[in-house]
């Protein structure tokens, strides 16, 4: 029987009905039961267009990606309204995750083909300019600042090139070793800024990357509680669906 944590969690899922490429929503069932097997309450709430949510209440953030069409709809509704808050709570230590056009999003800005500069949130001091071919495939990284040895797999999908300043500290989430990662040419995959983190690995990326999802519900605890100790799992099957994309590809 798994005893309850005292400490519960609150985690917002933004635009879940627009932003879902590529079952995208995996990563907040991994973190529904990344806490249930530790006994740790997590409620998640959804916010879409028109909703309002105060970031001060939250203690993570999903923000998923979608295409083109998806982004169009919500932008207006996330620079005027969420987006403002999401970044101020952020440069607050708040955790978030986002994933490809929510990465995106929350850069600078993004240049299009005809050199049209469309205005991000600037949480992450990074800017993306439209290539004109996609990066596709799997992706192996490895990403140290999670554990010795520890490295991320995903697929990726984009034709955006995504370029990272040096403002505040900010790196990449990891280092490519097969795949494209942010633009195809430094290796750099994704960006860590405080405790906000950018990326373009779909899959969803956290079932197959399991020290990723406690990252963040560690850093969440922490934050909200002063600790944020996790009790160890055993993650076997995510551990071998994990290693065997790594097998697979990084050796290509």
């Known amino acids: 029987m798994v005893q309850t944590d ?19 929503r995996g990563n907040i069932i991994t973190l529904l039961r990344r806490c249930e097997w530790r006994g740790i309450p997590l409620a998640v ?27 169009t709809l919500l932008f207006r509704d996330f620079q005027q309204h969420k987006g403002p808050a999401l970044v101020e709570a952020a440069e607050a230590g708040l955790p978030l995750l986002s994933v490809c056009g929510g990465y995106q999003l929350l850069g600078r800005y993004y240049r299009t083909h005809t050199g049209e500069e469309m205005p991000g949130l600037g949480l992450f001091d990074a800017w993306t ?3 004109s071919t996609r990066l596709i ?3 192996v990284a490895e990403a140290p600042f999670l554990g010795e040895g520890v490295g991320l797999v995903g697929f990726e999908n984009h034709s955006g090139r995504t370029f990272l300043g ?16 942010n633009n195809g040419k430094d290796k750099g ?15 969803p990326v956290l079932p197959k990357n399991p020290a990723l999802a406690d ?11 002063g600790d944020g100790s ?12 994990h290693d065997s994309v790594a097998r697979r590809f990084a050796s290509r």
């Open 137 to 139: 495939g799997n992706v």
């Open 230 to 241: 996790l009790t160890p799992l055993a993650d076997h099957w995510e551990r071998t669906a």
């Open 215 to 225: 990252w963040l519900l560690a850093r969440a605890l922490e934050r909200r509680y």
């Open 129 to 131: 300019e439209a290539g």
């Open 166 to 181: 040096d403002r505040g500290g900010i790196r990449p989430l990891a280092q490519v070793v097969a795949g494209h990662g």
């Open 189 to 203: 995959e994704g960006a860590v800024y405080k405790n906000a983190i950018g990326t373009y690995l779909h899959g």
């Open 45 to 71: 709430e959804r916010v879409s267009l028109n909703d309002r949510f105060a970031f001060a209440d939250a203690d993570l953030v999903f923000m998923g990606g979608g295409s083109d069409r998806e982004q």
């Open 6 to 24: 005292l400490r519960a969690l609150r985690l917002v899922h933004l635009y879940p009905d627009l932003l879902n490429l590529y079952g995208d």
